[in-house]
Protein backbone atom coordinates (compact mmCIF):
# COMPACT_ATOMS: atom_id res chain seq x y z
CA UNK A 1 0.00 0.00 0.00
CA UNK A 2 2.80 2.13 0.71
CA UNK A 3 4.52 1.51 -2.02
CA UNK A 4 1.48 2.32 -4.20
CA UNK A 5 0.97 5.79 -2.79
CA UNK A 6 4.55 6.27 -3.59
CA UNK A 7 3.90 5.43 -7.30
CA UNK A 8 0.29 7.74 -6.88
CA UNK A 9 2.76 10.65 -5.25
CA UNK A 10 5.65 10.28 -7.81
CA UNK A 11 3.12 10.08 -10.64
CA UNK A 12 1.35 13.08 -9.49
CA UNK A 13 4.15 15.21 -8.95
CA UNK A 14 5.23 13.85 -12.67
CA UNK A 15 2.06 15.49 -13.85
CA UNK A 16 2.81 18.27 -12.17
CA UNK A 17 6.47 18.90 -13.03
CA UNK A 18 5.08 18.71 -16.69
CA UNK A 19 6.72 15.70 -17.25
CA UNK A 20 5.54 13.40 -20.53
CA UNK A 21 5.72 10.09 -19.80
CA UNK A 22 7.92 8.12 -22.02
CA UNK A 23 5.71 4.92 -21.11
CA UNK A 24 7.47 1.72 -22.00
CA UNK A 25 10.94 2.56 -23.35
CA UNK A 26 11.03 -0.28 -25.55
CA UNK A 27 8.76 1.78 -27.65
CA UNK A 28 8.61 4.96 -26.18
CA UNK A 29 9.96 7.83 -28.81
CA UNK A 30 13.44 7.01 -28.25
CA UNK A 31 13.28 3.64 -29.24
CA UNK A 32 11.17 5.05 -32.48
CA UNK A 33 14.10 7.42 -33.25
CA UNK A 34 16.71 4.54 -32.83
CA UNK A 35 14.69 1.96 -34.62
CA UNK A 36 14.30 4.40 -37.61
CA UNK A 37 17.47 5.50 -38.01
CA UNK A 38 19.10 1.75 -37.21
CA UNK A 39 16.65 0.61 -40.50
CA UNK A 40 18.50 3.20 -42.57
CA UNK A 41 21.74 2.23 -41.96
CA UNK A 42 21.09 -1.29 -41.91
CA UNK A 43 20.18 -0.66 -45.42
CA UNK A 44 22.86 1.08 -46.55
CA UNK A 45 21.41 4.07 -46.49
CA UNK A 46 21.53 7.38 -44.76
CA UNK A 47 18.44 10.61 -43.94
CA UNK A 48 19.30 13.97 -44.56
CA UNK A 49 18.70 16.73 -42.67
CA UNK A 50 18.53 20.31 -42.39
CA UNK A 51 18.75 22.54 -39.76
CA UNK A 52 15.96 25.49 -39.78
CA UNK A 53 14.49 24.07 -42.85
CA UNK A 54 10.69 25.02 -41.92
CA UNK A 55 11.08 28.37 -40.37
CA UNK A 56 12.98 30.11 -43.15
CA UNK A 57 15.46 30.32 -46.08
CA UNK A 58 17.11 31.73 -48.97
CA UNK A 59 14.78 34.91 -49.35
CA UNK A 60 12.23 33.93 -46.86
CA UNK A 61 11.12 33.29 -43.40
CA UNK A 62 7.69 33.23 -42.00
CA UNK A 63 5.66 36.91 -41.47
CA UNK A 64 4.40 37.49 -37.81
CA UNK A 65 0.87 37.29 -39.48
CA UNK A 66 1.71 33.90 -40.76
CA UNK A 67 2.70 32.35 -37.40
CA UNK A 68 -0.51 30.58 -36.51
CA UNK A 69 -1.75 29.68 -39.69
CA UNK A 70 0.94 28.90 -41.71
CA UNK A 71 0.66 25.68 -43.07
CA UNK A 72 4.64 24.63 -42.62
CA UNK A 73 4.87 23.37 -46.01
CA UNK A 74 7.66 26.09 -47.39
CA UNK A 75 10.99 25.10 -47.48
CA UNK A 76 14.04 25.19 -49.66
CA UNK A 77 14.97 21.85 -50.26
CA UNK A 78 11.17 20.99 -51.02
CA UNK A 79 11.26 23.87 -53.52
CA UNK A 80 14.16 22.15 -55.11
CA UNK A 81 13.38 18.25 -55.27
CA UNK A 82 10.13 17.78 -54.04
CA UNK A 83 10.30 16.22 -50.88
CA UNK A 84 11.20 17.37 -47.35
CA UNK A 85 14.33 16.40 -45.21
CA UNK A 86 13.49 13.05 -43.41
CA UNK A 87 14.73 15.07 -39.83
CA UNK A 88 14.50 18.85 -39.21
CA UNK A 89 16.96 20.62 -37.02
CA UNK A 90 15.71 23.48 -34.78
CA UNK A 91 18.14 25.30 -32.22
CA UNK A 92 16.79 26.28 -28.88
CA UNK A 93 19.19 29.41 -28.12
CA UNK A 94 16.84 31.74 -25.87
CA UNK A 95 14.74 29.43 -24.95
CA UNK A 96 16.10 29.79 -21.50
CA UNK A 97 15.43 33.15 -20.53
CA UNK A 98 11.78 32.46 -22.06
CA UNK A 99 12.75 34.69 -25.08
CA UNK A 100 9.79 34.79 -27.77
CA UNK A 101 12.34 33.60 -30.29
CA UNK A 102 15.43 32.05 -30.76
CA UNK A 103 18.93 33.47 -31.46
CA UNK A 104 18.28 33.05 -35.33
CA UNK A 105 14.70 34.71 -35.39
CA UNK A 106 12.57 31.57 -35.27
CA UNK A 107 9.07 31.86 -32.68
CA UNK A 108 9.32 29.45 -30.12
CA UNK A 109 5.82 28.47 -30.69
CA UNK A 110 6.09 28.33 -34.80
CA UNK A 111 9.07 25.94 -33.95
CA UNK A 112 6.77 24.06 -31.67
CA UNK A 113 3.97 23.51 -34.67
CA UNK A 114 6.66 23.08 -37.26
CA UNK A 115 7.79 20.14 -35.29
CA UNK A 116 5.24 18.85 -34.45
CA UNK A 117 3.69 18.79 -37.57
CA UNK A 118 7.02 17.49 -38.87
CA UNK A 119 6.66 14.62 -36.85
CA UNK A 120 3.08 14.28 -37.61
CA UNK A 121 4.22 12.98 -41.06
CA UNK A 122 6.16 10.58 -39.84
CA UNK A 123 9.97 12.71 -39.90
CA UNK A 124 11.86 12.85 -36.94
CA UNK A 125 13.41 16.44 -35.11
CA UNK A 126 16.83 17.16 -34.12
CA UNK A 127 17.98 20.20 -31.07
CA UNK A 128 20.98 21.96 -30.92
CA UNK A 129 20.81 24.52 -27.79
CA UNK A 130 23.19 27.95 -29.01
CA UNK A 131 22.30 28.89 -25.08
CA UNK A 132 23.84 32.16 -23.27
CA UNK A 133 26.78 32.62 -20.78
CA UNK A 134 25.51 31.77 -17.50
CA UNK A 135 28.23 33.93 -15.85
CA UNK A 136 28.92 36.61 -18.23
CA UNK A 137 25.56 37.50 -19.56
CA UNK A 138 27.00 37.40 -22.99
CA UNK A 139 26.11 34.31 -25.69
CA UNK A 140 27.33 31.11 -26.46
CA UNK A 141 30.58 32.47 -28.23
CA UNK A 142 31.75 34.09 -25.47
CA UNK A 143 34.60 32.96 -24.12
CA UNK A 144 36.05 35.56 -21.75
CA UNK A 145 35.60 33.18 -18.83
CA UNK A 146 37.19 29.40 -18.49
CA UNK A 147 34.67 29.38 -15.32
CA UNK A 148 31.54 29.48 -16.60
CA UNK A 149 31.03 25.67 -16.70
CA UNK A 150 32.28 24.90 -13.27
CA UNK A 151 30.07 27.58 -12.32
CA UNK A 152 27.30 25.89 -13.66
CA UNK A 153 27.70 22.42 -11.88
CA UNK A 154 26.64 21.57 -8.19
CA UNK A 155 28.05 23.66 -5.92
CA UNK A 156 28.75 26.77 -8.01
CA UNK A 157 27.27 30.09 -7.44
CA UNK A 158 25.12 29.74 -10.89
CA UNK A 159 23.74 26.25 -10.42
CA UNK A 160 20.37 27.16 -9.68
CA UNK A 161 19.94 29.93 -12.01
CA UNK A 162 21.41 27.13 -15.00
CA UNK A 163 18.78 24.86 -13.41
CA UNK A 164 15.70 27.12 -13.93
CA UNK A 165 17.68 26.87 -17.78
CA UNK A 166 17.19 23.73 -18.06
CA UNK A 167 13.30 23.70 -16.77
CA UNK A 168 12.29 26.09 -18.95
CA UNK A 169 13.66 23.80 -21.78
CA UNK A 170 12.53 20.83 -20.56
CA UNK A 171 9.16 22.70 -20.28
CA UNK A 172 9.21 23.72 -24.32
CA UNK A 173 10.75 20.55 -25.25
CA UNK A 174 7.82 18.63 -23.23
CA UNK A 175 5.25 20.61 -24.56
CA UNK A 176 6.22 18.74 -27.92
CA UNK A 177 3.56 15.80 -28.05
CA UNK A 178 1.47 14.12 -30.17
CA UNK A 179 -2.17 13.46 -30.42
CA UNK A 180 -1.35 10.53 -27.70
CA UNK A 181 0.25 12.87 -25.29
CA UNK A 182 3.64 10.93 -26.35
CA UNK A 183 6.72 13.01 -26.99
CA UNK A 184 7.70 13.92 -30.61
CA UNK A 185 10.55 11.55 -31.86
CA UNK A 186 13.88 13.72 -31.14
CA UNK A 187 17.58 13.64 -30.88
CA UNK A 188 18.96 15.97 -28.67
CA UNK A 189 22.66 17.32 -29.46
CA UNK A 190 23.93 19.81 -26.64
CA UNK A 191 27.33 21.13 -25.95
CA UNK A 192 28.65 20.36 -29.65
CA UNK A 193 32.29 20.96 -30.85
CA UNK A 194 33.62 20.99 -27.90
CA UNK A 195 36.77 20.10 -29.10
CA UNK A 196 37.02 23.36 -30.44
CA UNK A 197 37.28 26.11 -28.00
CA UNK A 198 34.86 28.65 -29.50
CA UNK A 199 31.43 28.22 -27.10
CA UNK A 200 32.22 28.34 -23.56
CA UNK A 201 31.99 24.17 -23.06
CA UNK A 202 34.97 24.30 -25.27
CA UNK A 203 38.31 21.83 -24.55
CA UNK A 204 40.21 25.35 -23.08
CA UNK A 205 37.17 26.28 -21.31
CA UNK A 206 36.39 23.73 -18.97
CA UNK A 207 38.17 20.49 -17.25
CA UNK A 208 37.60 17.39 -18.74
CA UNK A 209 35.92 16.24 -15.63
CA UNK A 210 33.49 19.25 -15.78
CA UNK A 211 32.41 18.45 -19.65
CA UNK A 212 31.43 15.03 -18.60
CA UNK A 213 30.02 16.21 -15.36
CA UNK A 214 27.89 19.12 -17.36
CA UNK A 215 26.30 16.18 -19.50
CA UNK A 216 25.40 13.99 -16.40
CA UNK A 217 23.44 16.55 -15.09
CA UNK A 218 21.61 17.67 -18.27
CA UNK A 219 20.85 14.12 -18.13
CA UNK A 220 19.72 13.25 -15.33
CA UNK A 221 17.78 16.14 -15.09
CA UNK A 222 16.42 16.15 -18.49
CA UNK A 223 15.99 12.22 -19.06
CA UNK A 224 15.56 11.43 -15.39
CA UNK A 225 13.71 13.70 -13.89
CA UNK A 226 11.62 15.43 -16.06
CA UNK A 227 11.33 12.17 -18.26
CA UNK A 228 12.23 13.10 -21.90
CA UNK A 229 12.41 10.23 -23.70
CA UNK A 230 15.04 11.50 -26.28
CA UNK A 231 17.85 10.32 -28.30
CA UNK A 232 21.03 11.65 -27.37
CA UNK A 233 23.88 12.53 -29.53
CA UNK A 234 27.84 13.69 -29.17
CA UNK A 235 28.81 15.66 -31.93
CA UNK A 236 32.39 17.27 -31.25
CA UNK A 237 33.71 19.21 -33.97
CA UNK A 238 36.59 17.83 -36.36
CA UNK A 239 39.10 20.07 -34.54
CA UNK A 240 41.06 18.26 -32.56
CA UNK A 241 38.95 15.32 -32.98
CA UNK A 242 40.78 12.53 -31.82
CA UNK A 243 43.15 14.27 -29.23
CA UNK A 244 40.38 15.47 -27.61
CA UNK A 245 36.67 13.72 -28.36
CA UNK A 246 37.39 10.69 -26.31
CA UNK A 247 38.90 11.81 -23.32
CA UNK A 248 35.25 14.33 -22.79
CA UNK A 249 33.22 11.11 -23.85
CA UNK A 250 29.97 12.50 -21.67
CA UNK A 251 29.36 8.02 -21.10
CA UNK A 252 27.51 5.09 -22.71
CA UNK A 253 24.66 5.32 -20.24
CA UNK A 254 23.55 9.04 -22.12
CA UNK A 255 24.39 8.58 -25.80
CA UNK A 256 22.73 6.86 -28.85
CA UNK A 257 24.73 8.42 -31.96
CA UNK A 258 28.47 9.88 -32.22
CA UNK A 259 28.82 12.27 -34.89
CA UNK A 260 31.59 14.97 -36.19
CA UNK A 261 30.83 18.82 -37.26
CA UNK A 262 33.03 19.44 -40.37
CA UNK A 263 32.41 21.73 -43.04
CA UNK A 264 33.34 22.54 -46.31
CA UNK A 265 35.43 25.71 -47.26
CA UNK A 266 33.24 29.17 -47.56
CA UNK A 267 32.52 30.15 -51.43
CA UNK A 268 34.87 27.42 -52.56
CA UNK A 269 33.68 26.72 -56.54
CA UNK A 270 36.29 24.54 -57.43
CA UNK A 271 36.53 20.84 -55.53
CA UNK A 272 38.51 20.59 -52.33
CA UNK A 273 39.84 16.66 -51.99
CA UNK A 274 40.94 17.17 -48.15
CA UNK A 275 37.39 17.62 -47.57
CA UNK A 276 36.41 14.07 -48.62
CA UNK A 277 39.78 12.76 -47.06
CA UNK A 278 39.00 14.84 -43.67
CA UNK A 279 35.17 13.45 -43.40
CA UNK A 280 36.49 9.78 -44.15
CA UNK A 281 39.40 10.30 -41.69
CA UNK A 282 36.14 11.83 -38.86
CA UNK A 283 34.09 9.08 -39.65
CA UNK A 284 36.48 5.94 -39.67
CA UNK A 285 37.99 7.36 -36.30
CA UNK A 286 33.90 7.30 -34.81
CA UNK A 287 32.89 4.59 -36.49
CA UNK A 288 35.30 2.51 -34.62
CA UNK A 289 34.01 3.97 -31.33
CA UNK A 290 30.48 3.45 -31.91
CA UNK A 291 30.85 0.02 -32.59
CA UNK A 292 32.79 -0.50 -29.38
CA UNK A 293 30.18 1.55 -27.70
CA UNK A 294 27.29 0.26 -29.47
CA UNK A 295 26.45 4.11 -31.07
CA UNK A 296 25.29 5.22 -34.33
CA UNK A 297 27.52 7.35 -36.64
CA UNK A 298 26.37 10.35 -38.31
CA UNK A 299 27.84 13.70 -39.77
CA UNK A 300 25.74 16.00 -37.20
CA UNK A 301 26.82 19.31 -39.15
CA UNK A 302 28.16 19.76 -42.57
CA UNK A 303 27.81 22.17 -45.65
CA UNK A 304 29.57 24.51 -48.05
CA UNK A 305 28.81 27.74 -47.00
CA UNK A 306 27.45 30.01 -49.89
CA UNK A 307 26.32 26.82 -51.98
CA UNK A 308 28.94 28.11 -54.73
CA UNK A 309 30.75 24.67 -55.49
CA UNK A 310 28.35 23.26 -58.13
CA UNK A 311 28.80 19.72 -57.51
CA UNK A 312 29.13 19.55 -53.97
CA UNK A 313 26.83 16.93 -53.14
CA UNK A 314 27.22 14.20 -55.43
CA UNK A 315 31.52 15.00 -55.89
CA UNK A 316 32.62 16.16 -51.79
CA UNK A 317 29.62 15.12 -49.86
CA UNK A 318 28.60 11.43 -51.01
CA UNK A 319 32.55 10.45 -51.28
CA UNK A 320 33.19 11.79 -47.94
CA UNK A 321 30.68 9.30 -46.43
CA UNK A 322 30.90 6.46 -48.83
CA UNK A 323 31.21 3.21 -47.40
CA UNK A 324 30.99 4.68 -44.01
CA UNK A 325 27.54 3.38 -41.71
CA UNK A 326 26.21 6.76 -41.36
CA UNK A 327 22.54 7.12 -39.83
CA UNK A 328 21.89 10.57 -41.51
CA UNK A 329 23.97 13.93 -42.69
CA UNK A 330 22.58 17.26 -41.41
CA UNK A 331 23.44 20.35 -43.86
CA UNK A 332 23.20 24.01 -41.94
CA UNK A 333 20.59 26.33 -42.13
CA UNK A 334 20.14 28.83 -45.52
CA UNK A 335 19.78 32.34 -43.29
CA UNK A 336 17.28 34.39 -43.87
CA UNK A 337 18.28 37.92 -42.33
CA UNK A 338 20.63 40.84 -43.61
CA UNK A 339 23.39 40.06 -41.14
CA UNK A 340 23.55 36.63 -42.57
CA UNK A 341 23.97 37.65 -46.55
CA UNK A 342 25.71 34.23 -48.29
CA UNK A 343 25.02 32.28 -44.95
CA UNK A 344 23.53 29.28 -46.66
CA UNK A 345 24.49 25.61 -46.74
CA UNK A 346 21.96 23.61 -48.13
CA UNK A 347 20.44 23.68 -51.32
CA UNK A 348 17.71 26.75 -52.46
CA UNK A 349 16.13 27.05 -55.94
CA UNK A 350 18.44 29.16 -58.32
CA UNK A 351 21.64 27.67 -56.19
CA UNK A 352 24.59 26.85 -58.24
CA UNK A 353 24.60 23.04 -56.76
CA UNK A 354 20.58 23.03 -57.26
CA UNK A 355 20.83 20.06 -60.24
CA UNK A 356 23.68 18.52 -58.10
CA UNK A 357 21.23 18.47 -55.18
CA UNK A 358 18.02 16.89 -56.80
CA UNK A 359 21.65 14.12 -58.42
CA UNK A 360 22.22 13.91 -54.38
CA UNK A 361 18.17 13.47 -54.18
CA UNK A 362 17.54 10.97 -56.71
CA UNK A 363 20.45 8.32 -54.98
CA UNK A 364 18.98 5.27 -54.03
CA UNK A 365 21.56 6.41 -51.14
CA UNK A 366 19.46 9.01 -49.60
CA UNK A 367 16.64 9.14 -47.54
CA UNK A 368 14.17 11.86 -47.70
CA UNK A 369 10.48 12.25 -45.72
CA UNK A 370 8.69 10.24 -48.32
CA UNK A 371 11.33 7.47 -47.83
CA UNK A 372 10.49 6.98 -44.28
CA UNK A 373 7.06 7.49 -43.85
C1 LIG B 1 25.97 29.25 -36.35
C2 LIG B 1 25.65 30.36 -37.33
C3 LIG B 1 25.01 31.46 -36.52
C4 LIG B 1 23.78 30.93 -35.77
C5 LIG B 1 24.12 29.69 -34.97
C6 LIG B 1 22.92 29.04 -34.33
O1 LIG B 1 26.70 28.25 -36.93
O2 LIG B 1 24.78 29.91 -38.33
O3 LIG B 1 24.63 32.51 -37.39
O4 LIG B 1 23.25 31.92 -34.91
O5 LIG B 1 24.77 28.75 -35.79
O6 LIG B 1 21.98 28.63 -35.29
Known amino acids: ?18 CVSSGNPQDGPRA ?25 GQGWHIEEAELASDPVDKCDVKAVCGDFPAIVGFDLGGIELGDKCNLDGVD ?6 AAVEHAKRGGLVTFSWHLRNPLTGGDAWDVTSDEVVAS ?12 GWLC ?7 SMTLEDGSLIPIIFRPWHENTGSWFW ?14 WQMTYD ?34 LDIIGV ?8 QALKPYYVEGLQDDLTYLGGIAKEHGLLLAVTETGQEGQTCPEWWTKELMPGIEGQPVCYILTWRNAWDEGHIGHYFTTYPGAANEADFVEFYNSDKTLFLNDIQ
Not at 32 to 56: E, I, P, W
Not at 152 to 163: A, R, S, T, V, Y
Open 32 to 56: TVLAKLRKAVDSGKYMFVMQDALCY
Open 168 to 174: SLADFVG
Open 261 to 268: DRYADKDQ
Open 201 to 214: WGVKLCSAEDYVAL
Open 1 to 18: MKAFKAILILAAAALAAG
Open 152 to 163: ILEGGCNHEKFM
Open 108 to 113: FDFMRR
Open 221 to 254: YLAKERGLDMAWAYSPSSTDLKQEAMPRYPGDEI
